[in-house]
């Protein structure tokens, strides 16, 4: 197939310009700027006025596979992803049962070429069951496929846990994406501690509750050699730690997310659970943060953190709704509406952040336009101008608080191994 005359941007390599591309055998054959590929029996597809570039890849979506289909399934999650521009998604082990064992991940891998969608990768658990008492078997999971492992939802509370869990993992070269949160300061809260938490009468999450985890885990990191990935920074002061980290050698990398640049914890009025998840939305301050975050690059990727739930569960009052929003169909735009347009990142950049970043910390195939790469490519509109419109979305998970925001921005094809999955 030929990509016709669209911006060819590949930030792994720093094209950009207007041009063709020609896939072969599932693989980028060539990219020639200025176009000209001949058609020669290939089928073609015109991308004037679209971008081309390497397939999204987001690195901490919950596809909810095994035992939580309700709320979103292998079908429905990996066609989200497509229809988001995604060609890879790093699921979370949070699931029932938890992804801790060999069988469970090899199940996910094989029932996931079966879905018309985004490739799967698997993050396996750092502890049996989650429960942060005996390790889980990560040279297992490894060979079966897992390509990293995770607290995610379940945050290991002790040091000397994590350090010998961050120890084994760095024997086998699995990087540990870790939700860093101290519980017993955390303690039960459901948004932000502040201003908005007090008028509504919510109990708060103190941001040093996250705060201290980051530094505890930075450490440990420098301590065990264990790659640490510090997953959905939410506070400036966690940007800064994290930019201290990085100044001592530490072996840290780290995500936000487009909820996190996008709102404050005033989206919480009127009890809105959609704007409930895990760590919360914080101030003003934190969302610019953010955004100087990803400019200056303290955080090295944009990940959505996509935590499908069912409307029911979503209807109960505040504090018993689970934690957690939509990410992969919305995630494209907030960045090109809110980072792009206000020109804090150039469309390059972005895409960086979203695809060639994310593929080298978890060093996944994909994130590149390199001939012979994998052809998993992402074209999209970035003038289309849309409405959210949250019961239109693929994924089962309809639980977001961009809901009729107006965003610039729009996935048209998403190609895997060559095959169109979205269009
Ligand atoms: N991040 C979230 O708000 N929710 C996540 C996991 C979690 O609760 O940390 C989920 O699995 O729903």
């Not at 953010?290 to 935590?307: N, P």
């Not at 978890?362 to 012979?372: F, I, K, R």
């Amino acid at each position: 197939m030929i990509l016709r005359n669209g911006r060819v941007i590949d930030p792994s390599s720093g094209i950009d310009g207007i041009g063709d591309l020609r896939i072969e055998d599932g693989r980028i054959a060539e990219v020639r700027l200025g176009g000209g590929i001949p058609t020669d029996g290939h089928f073609e597809r015109d991308c004037t006025g679209k971008v081309i570039c390497p397939g999204l890849i987001d690195i901490h979506v919950h596809l909810r596979e095994p035992g939580q289909e309700y709320k979103e399934d292998l079908a429905s999650g990996l066609g989200s992803a497509a229809a988001g521009g995604f060609t890879t998604v790093a699921c979370m082990p949070n699931t029932t049962p938890v992804i801790d064992s060999a069988p469970i991940v090899r199940d996910l891998i094989a029932r996931a070429k079966l879905e018309k969608g985004a490739r799967i990768q698997v993050i396996g658990a750092l502890s049996k069951g989650m429960k942060n008492t005996e390790l889980a078997e990560m040279g297992d999971l490894k060979a079966a496929g897992a390509i990293a492992v995770s607290d995610d939802a379940y945050q290991v509370q002790d040091a000397g846990f994590m350090r010998k869990a961050m120890e084994y993992a760095a024997m086998l070269d699995l990087p540990v994406l870790a939700h860093c949160e101290n519980t017993s300061l955390s303690d039960g809260g459901v948004m932000n501690e502040g201003y908005t938490a007090s008028v509504l009468g919510l109990k708060g999450l103190p941001r040093e509750a996250y705060e201290m985890d980051v530094m505890r885990n930075g450490l440990l990191a420098m301590m065990t050699g264990c790659h640490l990935h510090v997953l959905h920074v939410s506070t400036a002061r966690e940007v800064e730690i994290i930019r201290f980290l990085k100044s001592l050698g530490a072996p840290v990398t780290a995500e936000t997310g487009p909820h996190y640049w996008c709102l404050t914890d005033e989206a919480c009025k009127g009890y809105n659970t959609n704007a409930k998840m895990n760590p919360p939305l914080r101030t003003q301050t934190d969302c610019e943060a953010m955004i100087v975050g990803l400019k200056d690059g303290t955080l090295d990727c944009i990940a959505t953190d996509h935590a499908p739930h069912a409307a029911y569960e979503k209807a109960q009052e505040f504090p018993l709704a689970p934690f957690g929003i939509h990410g992969l169909e919305t995630s494209l735009a907030l960045g090109i509406t809110y980072l792009v347009k206000p020109n804090h990142l150039s469309l390059a950049a972005l895409i960086g952040q979203m695809s060639t970043a994310p593929a080298r910390i978890l060093g996944l195939p994909g994130g590149t336009l390199e001939p012979d790469s994998v052809a998993d490519i992402t074209v999209f509109d970035p003038d289309a101008e849309w409405v959210v419109e949250p019961e239109a979305f693929v994924s089962k998970g309809k639980n977001t608080p961009f809901g009729g925001w107006k965003l610039t921005g729009k996935p048209v094809m998403t190609i895997v191994g060559g095959e169109v999955v979205f269009s």
